[in-house]
């Protein structure tokens, strides 16, 4: 089965090719024929494509929304230059996967898409305003150039943190705000932590029950989650992806009374302190250089740059904590997991977390940190660690196709 990933934001579409089915999941040999990046629709898009074994090429488009931008990967897809030789015509696309990104306290794991969950993506637009309204486009684009008739699975961000306990979602606020609106902890990156916790199980062969073990997803958005017999106990983003860790652009867990104390002190309405916190703080913030930590990682070693180094130390700092945290209010782990840009690329930065973890039985071993950069997975810690560490790449996109196809065939979601 020929299975489009699509990752719809309100400029942007994100798409993959994934060639799956039920046989190759089990046997691990799905395969991506493409993938690319749409930017900048509504005018002269840039698209970005990447076919296997082949060099990036980029191109523009006038592509004016989604539908037209969808048109044009099935029409690139189909086209020679694609090179894709399971492609043909639309008929070769055989289901449509989104990423949607808020699904509420309704939906708990990932669902064909009918008028009624489409209603109910609708009804969390209150949660995520800026981004389920572009996953609701994206499905409408793809409805109108494939039909009705074509399969569409939704796979939510929040759904693999609906497993949370009340005493782990609940803000200790008067309650009557989560009965009357809703307030909670939902957490997002669920497609991520669900993915290396399953992989992570590959490479142990253990059971889903047998997994008990956190998750660091390291990227641009940063979220730690403490998974139990392979379930998500607790993550650190909350109603919102601002809470927990430090991001690259977000601040995190900070005392709220801040966003009053700034907005009165600066002249700011509490909107302005928002974005603020979701675009100006965290490494950027810190720093006053950039949100990426490759550039202050080079910016603290080859130019001693102070606040690149308060930037990562604080980043590092929060990470760890989080961590005592879990092992703690979980009652222990077998293991870390570091994924994401950082987390799968940045030695450094997972040396520094685990730093001063030894008592708990974490003992990295540096030749295997260092090794495990550029998309390799493995252990990081050394033999006989009483709490081991890994790299595990994540792969998103490919959890999208799989639960699709699983949508599709009706096969179980709990795997
Ligand atoms: P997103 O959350 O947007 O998907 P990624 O998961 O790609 O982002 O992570 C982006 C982050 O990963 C950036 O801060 C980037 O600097 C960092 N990163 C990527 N490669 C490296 C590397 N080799 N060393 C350090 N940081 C890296």
């Not at 700034?262 to 603020?276: F, H, N, P, Q, R």
């Not at 703690?328 to 001063?356: K, L, Q």
């Not at 008592?359 to 997975?377: C, M, S, T, V």
Request: a negative charge.
């Amino acid at each position: 089965m020929n299975v489009l990933v699509l990752n719809c934001g309100s400029s942007t579409i994100k798409f993959q090719l994934i060639a799956t089915d039920l046989e190759r999941i089990a046997q691990n040999t799905d395969r991506r024929l493409a993938r690319g990046t749409i930017e900048r629709i509504g005018g002269e898009a840039i698209i970005t494509l990447v076919m296997a074994g082949r060099e990036a090429q980029r191109l523009t488009a006038p592509l004016r929304d989604a539908r037209a931008a969808v048109e044009w990967i099935i029409r690139w897809a189909c086209s020679e230059t694609s090179g894709i030789t399971e492609v043909q015509s639309v008929a070769d696309v055989q289901a449509v996967g989104h990423r949607v990104v808020h699904g509420g306290e309704r939906f708990t794991h990932s669902v064909l898409i009918t008028d009624e969950v489409l209603r109910g993506i609708e009804e969390c637009i209150d949660l995520a305003p800026l981004h389920n309204p572009a996953n609701i486009k994206g499905i409408v684009a793809a409805r109108e150039v494939f039909g009705v008739g074509l399969p569409q699975a939704a796979v939510f961000d929040t759904a693999f943190h609906q497993t949370l306990p009340d005493h782990a979602y609940l803000y200790a606020i008067p309650y009557q705000f989560y009965r009357r609106h809703r307030i909670r902890r939902y957490g997002f990156h669920g497609t991520s932590h669900r993915y290396v916790a399953y992989r992570y199980r590959q490479l142990r062969s253990i059971e889903r029950e047998q997994t008990n073990i956190i998750t660091l997803h390291l990227g641009n958005g940063c979220s730690i989650a403490a998974i139990r017999a392979g379930d998500s106990v607790d993550t650190s983003m909350g109603l919102t992806p601002l809470e927990g860790l430090v991001m690259g652009t977000r601040s995190g867990d900070i005392d709220p009374a801040i966003i009053d104390f700034i907005a009165v002190k600066e002249g700011l309405t509490a909107e302005a302190v928002e974005s603020l916190l979701n675009k100006q703080s965290g490494l950027i913030g810190i720093s006053g250089l950039t949100n990426d930590m490759r550039e202050l990682l080079a910016e603290a070693h080859e130019n001693d740059d102070r606040r690149a180094r308060l930037a990562i130390e604080i980043f590092c700092y929060r990470a760890r904590k989080y961590i005592g945290a879990y092992l703690a209010g979980v009652g222990g782990a077998d293991a870390v997991v570091f994924t994401g840009g950082i987390g799968e690329n940045a030695a450094e930065v997972r040396a520094r977390i685990c730093a001063g973890l030894e008592w708990l039985g974490l003992e990295l071993d540096p030749e295997r940190n260092e090794a495990q950069i550029h998309g390799r997975e493995g252990l990081i810690t050394r033999d006989g660690a009483r709490l081991a560490a890994y790299v595990i790449p994540t792969d998103e996109e490919l959890l999208i196709a799989r639960d699709t196809v699983r949508c599709v065939t009706g096969a179980p979601q709990r795997y």
